[in-house]
């Protein structure tokens, strides 16, 4: 099995400091890389078989594809002003080239892709906001590619875990193709940190414990959850925002919480 946590880089020519495939992480459909860029530097790439969600993490990017080009997109210069970012989804069977208008740091999420959808922008006003949880399990979602918007297998979330908050919590896993109790799906978790020296806590855990480990992230970094349960939490004093790309057989997210921690589900007095 590929080690869990992949840290970051020295940037490659063409600006990537983090690379996820199918291959490094020993599973079927989710690859993720992060490129960061210079205001004029630009990356173009093929597609192939592979539809794409670009997400402007943070900076201001012209983006052309194919048959669309979308100029001066982004607004966010740092993920926790907590705004919807911009994203671009990409067909398979396409192209895309991204320039940076300034520095910017590009999250490149990929999955298998059949061509079904045109490419498209999508706008900060087309993610829905959410709030999930309650008292210190309380977090922020941006849901940027959800499954009741149009793509063959990626779904892309970023969440935001106030300081000394969990997330991800109670326990949860979608790891059976066992529709429709619960979806088979990988997944990543892309961290940032504010204060960026700090740490998030991750848990990943199967029923029968052959993988359960406890990882300490830093700034930067992405956990693999091939299988398993796998709860985050913000220590006191910083913040955590986690993008998070997943892919599977089926396009639908149904989890199944741990049964040793269903009952947190339930707010305090509303039982």
């Not at 895309?96 to 922008?121: D, M, Q």
């Amino acid at each position: 099995m590929a080690e869990l946590i992949v840290s970051p880089t020295a940037p490659t020519e063409e600006g990537r400091v983090l690379l996820v495939t199918p291959e490094s992480a020993g599973w079927q459909h989710v690859g993720f890389e992060v490129v960061k860029l210079e205001a004029g530097q630009s990356v173009r790439r093929d597609t192939a078989d592979n539809e794409v969600c670009l997400v402007l993490v943070s900076g201001k990017a012209d983006v052309h594809t194919k048959d669309e080009a979308w100029t001066g997109i982004g607004e966010r210069m740092s993920v926790f002003e907590q705004l919807p970012p911009y994203s671009v989804y990409v067909a398979s069977g396409d192209w895309y080239e991204v320039k940076a208008l300034t520095s910017l740091e590009l999250a490149i999420c990929a999955a298998p892709g059949a061509g079904n959808h045109p490419s498209r922008l999508i706008t900060p006003g087309q993610v829905a906001v959410e709030t999930r949880g309650y008292g210190n399990i309380e977090r922020y979602i941006h849901n940027i590619l959800p499954e009741n918007e149009p793509a063959d297998s990626l779904l892309v979330v970023e969440v935001f875990t106030p300081n000394g908050h969990w997330s991800s919590y109670p326990p949860h896993k979608h790891d059976r193709d066992a529709l429709p109790e619960e979806s088979l799906l990988e997944e990543t978790y892309y961290f940032r940190i504010q204060p960026q020296q700090g740490f998030a806590v991750q848990r990943v855990y199967t029923d029968d414990r052959s993988l359960d480990e406890t990882l300490i992230v830093k700034n930067g970094e992405v956990v693999l959850v091939p299988r398993g349960y796998h709860p985050v939490s913000a220590p006191p004093g910083y913040d955590v925002y986690y993008l998070n790309v997943m892919a599977g057989p089926s396009r639908t997210w149904k989890f199944h919480n741990d049964p040793d921690h269903a009952w947190i589900m339930t707010p305090p007095g509303k039982a």
